[in-house]
């Protein structure tokens, strides 16, 4: 199969009603080698497509993946089908990002991975706690977008003297609204 064609089946597979079209995707998903990056991208939107919740476990595994733009696809996928099981694999995702690359990365894009974050904190949670004082005390190091983009949609979180704890985070809704 060509490139094309297998980036084809790849999407193709995330509306079927196949029982073996999880574990095809799974396959393209873990092709590597040069020219593969669109297609494994492709194969890990079909695969939440499919799975949709259900794909939370595959999502959080790829948040490791040695190639960039599979750990942001599965990043900015577990904010649309996520549940909240994969929270301390994200927590972890975002701190590498801001603790390795400082404040000059490439921000990445809000839904990736923040606002997962923050739509399965609840407030009070030590999700919550952890979340704000990470986000606090590496405030310097976020990017100007990301501590642009907190300031609009969950001013609480930034450095202020309110306790982590009583902090009112955004809810999907609310993020929902604001796009």
């Known amino acids: 199969m060509n490139p094309g064609t297998e980036i084809l089946r790849a999407l193709e597979l995330g509306t079927s009603t196949r029982p073996q079209a999880s574990v095809e ?3 393209f998903i873990a092709a590597t080698g040069p020219g593969r990056q669109d297609l494994r991208c492709a194969a890990v939107v ?4 499919l799975a949709g919740t259900g794909a939370t ?10 190639t960039r733009a599979v750990r942001e696809c599965a990043a900015d996928l577990l904010y649309h089908v996520g549940d909240g099981r994969a929270w301390d694999s994200v927590m972890e995702f975002f701190a590498g990002e801001v603790i390795e690359r400082g404040p000059r990365r490439a921000a990445l894009p ?4 923040i606002s997962y974050l923050l739509i399965h904190a ?18 310097i190091r976020l990017s ?32 929902a609204l604001a796009i």
């Not at 476990?57 to 040695?66: E, F, I, K, M, Y």
């Not at 809000?110 to 991975?113: K, N, S, T």
């Open 25 to 27: 995707l799974r396959e």
């Open 46 to 49: 079909a695969l939440a497509c």
């Open 57 to 66: 476990g595959d999502l959080a595994a790829l948040l490791t993946d040695r």
């Open 110 to 113: 809000p839904a990736m991975p």
């Open 122 to 139: 609840p407030i009070g949670s030590r999700k919550a706690v952890e979340l704000v004082g990470f986000l606090r005390q590496e405030w």
């Open 144 to 175: 100007a977008l990301e501590r642009q983009w907190l300031a609009d949609h969950a001013p609480e979180a930034m450095p202020s003297s309110l306790d982590a704890g009583r902090v009112t985070l955004p809810s999907r809704t609310q993020l």
